[in-house]
């Protein structure tokens, strides 16, 4: 069973007609195939999906030469606009007050998981770092530009958009600073241990922040000696360093222990 829908865009460019599955669909699923689409938009942007009675399914980001063609933005007609971004990116910061462990280094927004699809905003001190993970996002990459400056009031913006799915969206790959200034080395603090990260070389968008819970987990537990391999910046080391009585990190990467080494001694 499929229920149909249509696809408008905006200044008048040609409506699109949709199969969508129906049971995602209905549960509120926020994306939509490309195996579920006749016929579509041949620019990315924002659109309006509405039912064959006219009825609004919903705002969306379109990205034609994707696998994943719409992604759901909100279930009516709200405009999407730089205030809509910073509207949702303040909700999402709100979320993440009175972190546990503190931190000044954490994941500010994380695409879908806060109504944000294909948006990833890191924060590290006063620099945001993000991704825009789609077409349809890039399309719009002025307005949420505006919405993270609204929102966060960061020193600078980093553009880490050198994630290997943008070449799924037909993007090009670059590490850009889009707003403000960006050093290349930015220290920050988790549960009281400072450590240095690298914006524009380091793995992810600078480090793992989805390690932090974990990180000082390790910092708890550990005794005697302890042994953290593939140790990166080291801060599994670190943490256990505060009561092991001997810590060896190692990594493959002369890069990686330079970078531990440079922790360590802060």
């Known amino acids: 069973m499929e229920a149909w829908a249509s696809v ?35 620019q990315p942007g924002i659109v309006t999906v509405t039912d064959p009675q006219g009825r609004c399914r919903g705002q969306a980001l379109w990205s034609p030469e994707s696998e994943i063609q719409i992604r759901f933005l909100t279930n009516d007609e709200t405009p999407i606009t730089r205030d809509w971004w ?37 924060r590290y001190g006063d620099v945001a770092v993000a991704q825009l993970l789609s077409a349809g996002l890039e399309a719009v990459r002025n307005d949420v530009l505006d919405g993270i400056e609204s929102a966060l009031s960061p020193s600078g913006v980093l553009l880490r958009n050198d994630a290997s799915v943008r070449r799924h969206e037909g993007l090009p790959l670059s590490v850009d600073v889009v707003r403000g200034t960006v050093p290349d080395v930015i220290e920050v603090s988790e549960a009281g241990l400072r450590y240095l990260v690298a914006p524009r070389k380091g793995q992810k968008t600078g480090t793992y922040l989805d390690l932090r819970e974990h990180h000082v987990r390790l910092g708890h537990v550990a005794r005697g000696r302890a042994l953290d391999l593939f140790c990166y910046s080291g801060l599994f080391a670190l943490h256990m360093a505060g009561r092991a009585d001997d810590v060896l990190g190692v990594d493959m990467s002369a890069a990686a222990i330079e970078s531990a080494r440079a922790n360590q001694e802060l």
């Open 8 to 42: 408008g865009v905006p200044r008048g460019a040609r409506a699109a007609l949709l199969s969508l599955v129906s049971g995602n669909f209905r549960r509120g699923h926020p994306w939509v195939y490309r195996s579920d689409v006749m016929e579509g938009p041949t």
């Open 86 to 122: 910073a509207a949702r990116l303040r909700d999402a910061q709100a979320r993440r007050e009175g972190l546990e462990p503190p931190a000044t280094a954490y994941r500010v927004a994380h695409a879908e998981g806060d109504g944000l699809p294909s948006l990833v905003v890191d």
